[in-house]
């Protein structure tokens, strides 16, 4: 059924990288628009609202993502190392999710809603294949509980 999906497996960089272009004009328009490139009213702001915290820290953590999705940088940090700090997308798209709930007024929560139940489905999905391919852990029928004490402590 998914396996004619595999054209997305190669929009996956252009994708992540979009995503920094949108969220670095995001940022730009908002340190630009709201505070005039003011750098005591943008650290204000950041310290005193808590969506905006939230999506400065979400800023940030996608600048080394954008940063090493290249091959050289693949190839520099090592596979798994690369594929470790990658994994921080799925913290992002969580803190990107409660910073537009936040953002919206309680009239407008459609479009977060929506936003957060399509991130929902699509990290249920992932941790769902994860443990379908994972390699089961053999169980051994004579293996008995470690016992740390002789009786038990008082």
């Known amino acids: 059924m998914w396996t ?10 252009m994708l992540g990288l979009f995503t920094f272009f949108y969220a670095t004009l995001h940022f ?4 630009g628009f709201d505070h005039s490139f003011d750098v005591d009213a943008i650290a204000r702001d950041i310290f005193k609202r808590p969506f905006v915290t939230v999506g400065f820290a979400a800023f940030v953590l996608l600048i080394p993502l954008a940063a090493t999705s290249n091959q050289w940088a693949i190839r520099k940090l090592g596979g798994r190392r690369w594929q470790d700090l990658h994994r921080n997308v799925y913290l992002i798209g969580i803190l990107a999710a409660v910073h ?3 953002l919206v007024k309680a009239t407008a929560l459609l479009w ?3 936003y957060s139940v ?15 391919k994972a390699i089961p852990v053999p ?5 008995k509980p470690l016992k740390f004490f002789r009786q038990k402590p008082d």
Do not use: D, K, T
Request: positive net charge; without cysteine.
């Open 118 to 132: 399509a991130l929902a489905f699509l990290l249920g999905w992932r941790v769902r294949e994860r443990r379908r």
């Open 4 to 13: 004619q999906w595999h054209w997305l497996l190669r929009l996956r960089r």
């Open 139 to 143: 169980r051994f029928e004579n293996a």
């Open 100 to 102: 537009y709930f936040w």
């Open 112 to 114: 977060p809603l929506a």
């Open 28 to 31: 730009l328009s908002f340190i």
